[in-house]
């Protein structure tokens, strides 16, 4: 039942054409999940902020394209943004090993996840999330986990992967091979989140966008744009409300980063003068006094 409950979920794009262009690619990355398996990544560094340290997106894409067909988007988004991009690629996609399944993309999105914060020592403050379509799956599911990011995009999300196919009484009886269920870990998201939504999607209905909204804790203005669908979201206007999240986030994170380098310094310099009016400073004192 899980297999076809899968092959409907990851209509796979043939693989060869995107392996030979990422195998092109000077950034690509090659990551580890927890099983094991080998997955693709890209990390585009932000030419204009090199030196610096600026938000990096963490990328996930829709089911049906892969990591290959994503990058024209990703250049631009790292351009447009002022922002490094990380974009992986799941399981059973392109150059990466495995068979599709919702527990293998959420491990691929963690590997790509510590690469982030263990090898490249990004602050998880200065990291946003941004799935689109069935990515919203694997983002909702690490952010729900991870209360310190900076922030969550999620464009076209779906409410789970069940929803968009079956009313809401026959998917919630069949629960138990339903496909992220971000309805249910939404409440566990933490960090700012902005969700984009078509009102004309027909592939994901904007009922799953007004389903999702509710439980965000932390709101960003949503954009919800008239006439759009799936698949034809004016790209300038996603852009640009990603790019001012991002400045957001960039904003707010340099702010607590500030915030904690201050109170470390004052934590050092109250220890230093704990020590400096220590018992020994004292006996030393009239140790010297007495000669």
Known sequence: MMSAVNSLAFPVPPRSWSAAVLRRRPDLVILHTADGETTAAVHIRNKRRLGTR???ILYSHANAEDLGLS???LDVLSRFCGADVLA?????YSISSGEPSESGCIQCIDAAYAYLVEECLVPPQRIVVYGRSIGSGPTVDLASRTPQLGGMILQSPIASAGLVVLPPSVCKALSSYDLF?????MND????TLIIHGKDDKMVPFDHAQMLFPLVRDKHPPLW?????HHDMPDDLCL???AN???FVEERANRILRDHSSSALRDSASSKYDNDRSPNWLFGLLARVAR
């Open 245 to 247: 999240f991002v400045a």
């Open 240 to 242: 640009n409300a990603v």
């Open 189 to 192: 998201v933490h960090c700012r």
């Open 181 to 185: 269920r971000n309805y249910a870990k």
């Open 71 to 73: 990058l024209p988007f």
């Open 88 to 92: 992986y690629e799941y399981c059973g």
């Open 54 to 56: 600026p938000v990096t």
């Open 225 to 229: 744009i008239e006439g759009a669908g």
